[in-house]
């Protein structure tokens, strides 16, 4: 059996990415990384998902990426956008939610612990149509990835390094939620706004939630 | 003046390399990363070689790779080599000290810290002389991770990420400490040692001692 590391936020996409590498008949070791971001609520999410997907294992771990900050989701100087592309007005074509390295460490982690399983594959739920602000959302990105997994893990000295496997990449969210529910998704556990209330419900006004909703309204459910 | 962010370890090859920053022109943000690793001592070696060498700034992030272990500096289960190259025999051609993805992870920090602080450089003292069978001490390595800076920042979709500068590859341990003595290096304010005793004196027998007080007695000095 294929063993794989699977990067698993509790989000929709991750969450997708998770059914598909079972799918695809891989013995997954979901790795979640809370970040410090505003969204704790995420890794309840995270544990919902790990447990209805029946991972092998879950483990999460604790980084602080608001100890240098630079994003509306890990600066609380900086306030997540509420009212859809464009507002605030901006000149960056960068959303203000992107997190500096975000994914690079995501990945290095998963690296790092796909050398300690022997797990031969990391799934990551990264999507270059709905985000393609984030410049580590992008297939260049992965590409850049696989060659540095290549080179710099012990399988890659003996020959090549865990296979980086990024499903979702070219699918629109209407597309990954239809793949999800075609493999038994339940999708209310799942969790995506940036800006949850207290109690943990999504404000439905923030890109991720807009996103989220107009996609769920594409394919006839909410 | 060039902002670069410094990667500081407390140990003799990174002071040596922000001394080398320093006189390059270079503005250094210094950036430890403790990673529970055994030997927390080399913080304190890493707060006085800041000071020392007057770096900008100094911050000191907390990670944690005793999470998933499968190293003898971050996991109590796998002992500290103590008797020199073949002791105890093994097969494999990589230390037990090597840390999985540690310098992939260590430079995806530096990497966003640079982004949040825009610095144009990145200095990492990896070196692949003395520590040959560290995979992510070659140049191979540090050559794929400049191409994924080139597309995983803001920077590189701008035009190309924060410059990679490893300075000490082909140097050997003794050449460096040559270097870091014409720039003015105190090395005494500096820790190698892999598992320093309770009081944090180095053991004097571990790979990195061994190879330490080799290097110094090779220029005529300890």
């Known amino acids: ?80 956008p509420k009212d859809g592309p464009g507002h605030p007005p901006s000149a960056d074509p960068i959303p203000v939610t992107y997190v500096p390295a975000r994914n690079t460490i995501f990945l290095a982690y998963a690296m790092g612990y796909a050398e300690v399983l022997d797990a031969s594959r990391i799934y990551v739920g990264v999507n270059a149509v709905d985000y393609s602000g984030y410049p580590d959302c992008r297939p260049a990105f992965v590409e850049a990835f696989q060659r540095l997994a290549d080179v ?45 209330t207290p109690d943990g419900r999504p404000c439905g006004r923030c890109d991720s939630c807009r996103i989220r909703d107009e996609a769920f309204a594409a394919v006839g459910n909410r």
């Not at 971001?37 to 919902?48: F, K, N, P, S």
């Not at 604790?62 to 100087?77: E, N, P, Y």
């Not at 990024?166 to 493999?183: E, F, H, S, V, Y």
């Open 152 to 196: 710099a893990t012990k399988a890659g000295v003996e020959g090549h390094g865990p296979r980086v496997v990024a499903p979702l990449m070219q699918m629109t969210k209407a597309d990954i939620i239809r793949r999800g529910m075609a493999l038994g998704i339940d999708y209310s556990l799942t969790h995506s706004c940036y800006d949850p």
């Open 1 to 80: 059996m294929t063993r794989a590391v699977v990067l698993l936020s509790g989000g929709l996409d991750s969450a997708t990415c998770l059914a598909i590498a079972r799918a695809e008949g891989c013995e997954c070791h979901a790795l979640t990384i809370a970040y410090g971001q505003r969204h704790a609520v995420e890794l309840d999410a995270a544990r919902r998902v790990a447990a209805a997907l029946s991972a092998a294992s879950h483990k999460i771990i604790q980084i602080d990426l608001r100890a240098f900050g630079g994003s509306a989701l890990t600066d609380d100087a900086i306030d997540v």
